[in-house]
């Protein structure tokens, strides 16, 4: 059973909203806004509004009898195709609303459904569609949907098709179970594409929908992820190699990756279904958080998005909250507001390619945060091993000595544990890069140092023409002044050093744990 995409003319709707007494209109009224941005997504024109504050809502039609009756009358005068709620319903409550419009009756997660139906373009995002899809109707099986889709079509009827779901509740289960299986498949086989790029650090950008992540994505990568004003444009999980210089000329390549969007009320079980594609969030070491700053509602998307996580068990993972379409406010003084209460922030617009820069190199601090450096010592008879080192890891620097050769390697949290099996018997200390500095990044610096002594920093850094990294060692722990003091005095013509293109310069010492 395939899904039907039916091409059909905008169907006319009216949205409702359900509130307790006493609630925030202003709040419902942004809730009703972005329904009906969903409502338009699906290509339907909404004519009308409705908002009900309730106590508790009916059992039987959700909304009051005399908002049934005004409701009723709205559609016979406007030719009303579809009614939308902003809650889920129970299939009671639908099958009764149906019973009293004559007219389709959705709730807002089978119009996240249907708007998930019409964007799905490969097989695996199809197939987790059409899985949430039966779900959702398997419990709300019923007769009039027959003769409501082949009158009308359109939203809502997309996908399995009626008169087969009626049909055979027992044939809906094998489909779900076969889905599920065909799914379980494609997780393996992402898996093994994972355990193939591993090596990498993978950063997944993450979002509420609408918040420009592929724009993001396209603009870092050159993907060419399709970019559109709508909500759930994107559903498909597009993986890149990307890579970007550092502020020493050092090439740093890591993998990226653009999913689905996160939205308020996102249905269980479409989340359920969409488990592979939200994988690569589960399974990448650092999050992009990208937030629309335009809207006024971003508080509330960021909230979303981390209840989101948290449902999925995706927790303490570094993640860089990225406030995007700054080019969008136009208030200079909102802007200002915005980033002095939002301190970890970083303010971009991937539209323009504004503060690209400042993202690149939050995402190196990330990476250079999880990381250790090895010292591992070799024999000159073992060069073969050597070579697999170089081949393989990222060897910073080389010391030659005359019955040995010492070798200090940079490795990943992710992957020191294959190291440490593969390269045990070689390894003579472990250096924690909580014992280094960086000395290309000022803001790790003491305060007390000096501007002149940041000059003298920069200086270093230039006479090394950018592409030689030094590593100095010390019998004892030192402090950061003692490592400033002793840059700005080593003769580096004097040091046993190796030369590698694009690296930086930095300070440690071999007793650091």
């Known amino acids: 059973m395939e899904l039907i995409d039916n091409?059909?003319?905008?169907?006319?709707?009216?949205?409702?909203?359900?509130?307790?007494?006493n609630s925030d209109r202003e709040i419902a009224n942004e809730h009703l806004d972005e329904l009906e941005l969903l409502a338009k997504t699906a290509g339907a024109v909404v004519l009308d509004r409705i908002y009900q504050e309730l106590e508790k809502p009916n059992p039987a039609t959700a909304i009051g009898k005399g908002k049934v009756q005004e409701i009723k009358e709205l559609i016979q005068q406007n030719d009303i195709q579809l009614v939308i709620f902003d809650d889920d319903l129970t299939p009671v409550q639908t099958r009764n609303l149906e019973k009293e419009f004559n007219v389709k009756v959705m709730d807002r997660t089978g119009l996240i459904l249907d708007i998930f139906a019409q964007h799905a373009r490969t097989n695996e995002a199809k197939t987790q569609v059409e899985l949430a899809q039966l779900e959702y109707l398997l419990p709300r099986l019923t007769r009039m949907w027959t003769h409501l889709s082949k009158q009308y079509g359109g939203i809502g009827t997309k996908g399995p098709g009626e008169t087969q779901i009626e049909s055979d509740r027992r044939l809906i289960r094998r489909r779900i179970q076969k889905l599920k299986s065909k799914l379980n498949e494609i997780d393996v086989q992402k898996e093994q594409q994972r355990k193939g790029r591993n090596t990498l650090p993978r950063f997944a950008i993450i979002g509420y929908t609408n918040a420009g992540k592929s724009t993001l994505m396209n603009l870092l990568t050159d993907a060419e992820v399709l970019v559109e004003d709508k909500l759930f444009a994107t559903l498909d999980t597009t993986v890149r190699a990307f890579e970007f210089t550092d502020d020493f000329g050092k090439n740093i390549k890591v993998l990226i990756s653009d999913t689905v969007g996160f939205i308020r009320k996102l249905p269980p079980n479409l989340v359920a279904s969409f488990r592979s594609t939200l994988a690569?969030?589960?399974e990448s070491d650092y999050l992009i958080l990208v937030i629309d700053s335009s809207d006024k509602?971003?508080?509330?998307?960021?909230?979303?998005?981390?209840?989101?996580?948290?449902?999925?068990?995706?927790?303490?993972?570094p993640i860089l909250k990225v406030f995007n379409k700054i080019d969008l406010?136009?208030?200079?003084?909102?802007?200002?507001?915005?980033i002095q209460s939002n301190p970890d922030g970083i303010f971009i617009s991937a539209q323009r390619g504004i503060n690209i820069p400042k993202l690149l190199r939050e995402m190196q601090k990330l990476i250079n945060n999880r990381v250790d450096y090895f010292k591992l010592q070799f024999n000159w008879t073992e060069m073969q091993i050597l070579s697999q080192l170089y081949s393989n890891w990222d060897v910073i620097n080389r010391f030659d000595e005359e019955d040995k050769i010492i070798l200090i390697v940079k490795v990943s949290n992710e992957q020191k544990d294959k190291f440490i099996n593969q390269f045990s018997r070689y390894i003579m200390d472990i250096i924690n890069n909580k014992s280094v500095i960086n000395i290309k990044d000022s803001n790790n610096l003491e305060s007390n140092t000096t501007k002149s002594d940041d000059n003298i920093i920069k200086n270093i850094i230039r006479d090394t023409r950018r592409d030689i990294r030094y590593v100095i060692y010390s019998d004892h722990k030192l402090t950061r002044r003692e490592m400033l003091d002793e840059v700005k005095k080593?003769?580096?013509?004097?040091?046993?050093?190796?030369q590698k293109p694009g690296t930086t310069i930095e300070i440690y010492t071999n007793d650091s744990r």
Do not use: M
Not at 7 to 21: A, D, H, M, S, Y
Not at 490 to 498: A, E, K, M, V
């Open 280 to 282: 690569e969030v589960r």
């Open 297 to 317: 509602k971003f508080a509330e998307h960021i909230k979303t998005v981390e209840e989101t996580l948290q449902s999925l068990k995706i927790i303490d993972k």
């Open 490 to 498: 080593f003769n580096y013509n004097s040091l046993n050093i190796r």
């Open 7 to 21: 091409k059909i003319n905008p169907e006319k709707c009216i949205i409702i909203g359900i509130g307790r007494k």
């Open 329 to 338: 406010i136009q208030d200079k003084h909102d802007l200002e507001q915005l």
